[in-house]
């Protein structure tokens, strides 16, 4: 933190204030603030109604922690509507505060569609001084899934346009079946995107073919998807329709021996230490590695390696 402290003028002070404020960030949401207590039984889709847009299940058992988000909206094609968006926010507030979620998948219950992005009919029906708070609400839910503090992953099983490739693009990871389509095709309707397109996709592929996308409106498959950089993961999909949801629930198992506080915090330092220079950003991931250091988990993870077993974390 000396580094960034040191820098001379307006951007010492800027990048000393900036690390300020992550490290209160990870004061605040420190370890004591995720202990929890044990574990109550749910069912694997509790919480939910069988007319719910979007379906909240907590997996059970081996899978304890993954929470997977369902959307649910067959006959408006996924797309974001005002009753869908309000679920979102609500699950969202939820699961930001729950510390036995470990990571969260966004994946479709509708066969070939992911999300189709906002909802058109809808938005047809709307005022002109409607429209940009409308707008502003699908922002506002996107960042909220962007800023939820576990690892978050977008199975992309079926068509992923605008708002719906917007909503991807807020997930950590990405997996596509190869079948899948997707792209910010929003050009072609004289808007531009509005739910954060403009900035994430080039923080994920680089500005120029960012552009190329945006201007052009084009839409790709799986396999191009995953050339340029905006997938991690492609995958043929399979008889049921699943195969991206397979594979991000395979990356979630992966993610689920890992010690909760330690990915919590590393998210934060990547995201946060993405947005700054270099000096800046190794600041910021002494402040968020310095959480780490007073926990029980540490300990136990030492003293797991010791005695040559699996750690049992806690989450304290």
Not at 64 to 86: C, D, E, F, Q, T
């Amino acid at each position: 933190m000396a580094a960034a402290a040191a820098a001379p003028g307006a951007l010492g002070a800027l990048r000393a204030g900036r690390v300020r404020l992550v490290a209160a960030c990870c004061a605040r949401f420190g370890p004591a603030a995720w202990a929890g207590g044990p574990v109550p039984r749910r069912s694997y889709s509790s919480e939910v109604k069988t007319e719910d847009e979007l379906r909240v299940r907590h997996l059970e058992e081996e899978n304890r922690g993954i929470v997977v988000l369902g959307i649910n909206r067959a006959y408006g094609k996924n797309s974001l509507s005002k009753n869908l968006l309000k679920m979102l926010s609500k699950a969202v507030d939820a699961l930001k505060s729950d510390k036995k979620v470990r990571t969260i998948i966004i994946r479709s219950e509708v066969p070939g569609i992911f999300c189709a992005g906002a909802d058109l009919k809808e938005r047809a029906k709307m005022h002109s001084s409607e429209v940009g708070p409308f707008v502003s609400k699908i922002r506002g839910v996107i960042n909220d899934i962007a800023n939820l503090p576990v690892p978050t992953i977008a199975a992309i099983d079926g068509l992923a346009l605008g708002g719906g490739l917007e909503l991807a693009l807020a997930c950590d990871i990405r997996v596509a079946a190869s079948s899948a389509k997707m792209g910010l095709v929003e050009t072609k309707l004289a808007i531009i995107p509005g739910g954060g397109g403009t900035q994430r996709l080039p923080r994920a592929i680089g500005m120029s073919l960012a552009k190329e996308l945006i201007f052009s409106a084009r839409i790709l498959d799986g396999q191009e998807a995953k050339a340029v950089g905006l997938i991690s993961h492609v995958l043929e999909q399979n008889q049921e329709g699943d195969a991206a949801y397979r594979k991000a629930l395979d990356l979630a198992r992966e993610f689920l021996p890992q010690g909760p506080v330690a990915m919590r915090v590393a998210k934060l330092a990547i995201n946060q230490g993405m947005e700054v220079d270099l000096v800046t950003g190794l600041a910021i991931e002494e402040a968020c590695y310095a959480q780490t250091i007073s926990t029980k988990d540490r300990l136990e993870g030492l003293l797991a390696f010791k005695e040559k077993r699996p750690p049992r974390y806690k989450g304290e």
